[in-house]
T-cell receptor, first 113, second 118 residues
Framework: KQEVTQIPAALSVPEGENLVLNCSFTDSAIYNLQWFRQDPGKGLTSLLLIQSSQREQTSGRLNASLDKSSGRSTLYIAASQPGDSATYLCAVKEETSGSRLTFGEGTQLTVNP | GAVVSQHPSWVICKSGTSVKIECRSLDFQATTMFWYRQFPKQSLMLMATSNEGSKATYEQGVEKDKFLINHASLTLSTLTVTSAHPEDSSFYIC??????????????FGPGTRLTVL
C-alpha cells in the first residue's frame, strides 16, 4: 500500500527566505507526482506536476524535483512571501491505480512579514 | 485547467438528517469524478470514484449506503450523506478527471464543502 509522508508538518520562516518542503513515498512505481496548495477552508490548487520520467518542474518561484528511485520529491520555494502561507500537499498517482491519488498529510507553511 | 464548483460551500445540519452536496464540472464533460474527505489537520482521503451512468466505486471502509453517490450527467455528481452524525462532520472535496493529450491524466478540485453535524 502506497504511503506518502511530508516533512516537516509545519514550518515558519521570515519573509524572503528560501525553503524546501519534503515528500517521500514508499512505492516507487508511480505515474506522476503533484504538489498542491490549500488555503484554510478551501479546495486544492495544483502547483506543479512531475511525470515519472521527469526530474523537475519549475513555475515562477517554485521548483519541484523528483527522485523516483529513492521515493523522494522536494518543493523549493524561493524568496518566500507572506502570500505563500498555506498548506502544501504532495500526491502520487501510481502506475497501476488508475486515477487514484494518494496524498501526504501536508506541510503547513507560515511566512512572517 | 477545468473549473469545478461545489454547492453548498458549507452546511450545518441536525444529527439524523440527510445532506446532499453537489459537484459540477463547469467547462468540460467529466465521465469520472472523485469524492474526498478531509478531517482537520489531516490529508485528503479518497472516499469513492463516481462514474457517469454507472455505480460508484467505494474505497475500503466507506459505507456505500451511508454515502450515496449519483453521477447522472457528465457535469454533475452528488454526494448524499444519509442519517448524518457528528462524526461525519468534515470537509468534503470533489475532483474531476481530465484526460488530455500525450497521455496526461489530471484531477481538478472543487472548493470543498464544510459539513457540520450537530
Amino acid at each position: 500500500k502506497q504511503e506518502v509522508t511530508q516533512i516537516p508538518a509545519a514550518l515558519s520562516v521570515p519573509e524572503g527566505e528560501n525553503l524546501v518542503l519534503n515528500c517521500s513515498f514508499t512505492d516507487s512505481a508511480i505515474y506522476n507526482l503533484q504538489w498542491f496548495r490549500q488555503d484554510p477552508g478551501k479546495g486544492l490548487t495544483s502547483l506543479l506536476l512531475i511525470q515519472s520520467s521527469q526530474r523537475e518542474q519549475t513555475s515562477g518561484r517554485l521548483n519541484a524535483s523528483l527522485d523516483k528511485s529513492s521515493g523522494r520529491s522536494t518543493l523549493y520555494i524561493a524568496a518566500s512571501q507572506p502570500g505563500d502561507s498555506a498548506t502544501y500537499l504532495c500526491a502520487v498517482k501510481e502506475e497501476t491505480s488508475g486515477s487514484r491519488l494518494t496524498f501526504g498529510e501536508g506541510t503547513q507553511l507560515t511566512v512572517n512579514p | 485547467g477545468a473549473v469545478v464548483s461545489q454547492h453548498p460551500s458549507w452546511v450545518i445540519c441536525k444529527s439524523g438528517t440527510s445532506v446532499k452536496i453537489e459537484c459540477r464540472s463547469l467547462d468540460f464533460q467529466a465521465t469520472t469524478m472523485f469524492w474526498y474527505r478531509q478531517f482537520p489537520k489531516q490529508s485528503l482521503m479518497l472516499m469513492a470514484t463516481s462514474n457517469e451512468g454507472s455505480k460508484a466505486t467505494y474505497e475500503q471502509g466507506v459505507e456505500k449506503d451511508k454515502f450515496l453517490i449519483n453521477h447522472a450527467s457528465l457535469t454533475l455528481s452528488t454526494l448524499t450523506v444519509t442519517s448524518a452524525h457528528p462524526e461525519d462532520s468534515s470537509f468534503y472535496i470533489c475532483s474531476v478527471r481530465s484526460q488530455g493529450g500525450l497521455g496526461t491524466d489530471t484531477q481538478y478540485f472543487g472548493p470543498g464543502t464544510r459539513l457540520t453535524v450537530l
